[in-house]
């Protein structure tokens, strides 16, 4: 079966690359601008066996075509690049409504008191081991998302970041990482500074990072997924042990792409 599979996305990844698809990209994909050569052809393969094997499904009135498919998956693969990886196995439908959404959310708050209540959403990510959960998305904040590489805001690299964290078995803030010493250093680092976050937004103190990444660990490695693919400099000066990690993780330098476009 992994033969057969591997052959099969090899087969996909070698087809020719639309020529309308890469206009798409560089009009609309400002990251895409600003990888190197051989990213940017590394992605288009990834591209092509994300549409093949994931299910795109369009919400409330929205007819999806080629662009919507190739820039959601675009963005998706951008977090799979030069690392070891599965397409994303715990991912089975991409549902995507025109704009933010109302959805019922649930949480729990001191004393463990639970409250429910409509939210509006952007996007988000649900993993079930074994269940294909989908990861949903606003095609408004997905456009916006692409359009701008530099302002540190991305729902599609914030829910996959998701999908990849649960990839260790629990959405947590620790996804699969490469070895013990790794992941020693990743608690150490990871624990210290969403501690200091927090510390600091009690004290009505300004932060780099968005508050919402003060939510849960799982929230703060997805929010600082989007800083390090959109901030990186920034991220790498004012969390450096956090950038080398990250940059670890993802097999990627985004500090040394082409920022000056």
């Known amino acids: 079966m992994i033969f057969f599979k591997e052959r099969r996305r090899r087969k996909a990844r070698e087809r020719p690359f639309p020529e309308e698809w890469d206009r798409l990209l560089v009009s609309s994909f400002d990251a895409y601008r600003r990888l190197p050569p051989t990213d940017r052809e590394e992605l288009k393969g990834h591209i092509r066996v994300l549409l093949n094997e994931k299910d795109f499904e369009g919400c409330t ?3 999806l075509e080629d662009r919507h498919r190739v820039l959601i998956a675009a963005q998706a693969a951008v977090l799979l690049l030069r690392r070891e990886h599965d397409y994303y196995p715990g991912l089975r439908s991409i549902l995507v409504y025109p704009a933010a959404y109302r959805a019922m959310a649930r949480s729990i708050g001191p004393g463990g008191v639970v409250t429910e209540g409509v939210q509006t959403r952007a996007g988000e990510s649900w993993h079930q081991p074994g269940a294909g959960g989908p990861v949903v998305l606003s095609w408004r904040d997905v456009e916006a998302g692409a359009a701008r590489a530099d302002d540190g805001r991305n729902v599609v690299y914030h829910e996959f970041a998701h999908q990849l964290d649960g990839q260790a078995g629990g959405v947590d803030g620790a996804p699969p990482l490469r070895s013990s010493t790794t992941a020693q250093a990743w608690k150490r680092v990871f624990t210290r500074d969403y501690a200091a976050l927090h510390h600091a937004l009690r004290s009505g103190m300004a932060t780099f990072m968005n508050p919402y990444a003060a939510t849960s660990p799982a929230e ?28 670890e993780f993802y097999r990627q330098d985004p500090a040394g792409w082409d920022w000056s476009a």
């Open 61 to 63: 009135g929205l007819e």
């Open 220 to 247: 703060f490695f997805a929010v600082l997924t989007e800083l390090f693919f959109e901030r990186p400099v920034e991220l790498r000066e004012r969390h450096s042990e956090i950038y080398a990690l990250l940059s």
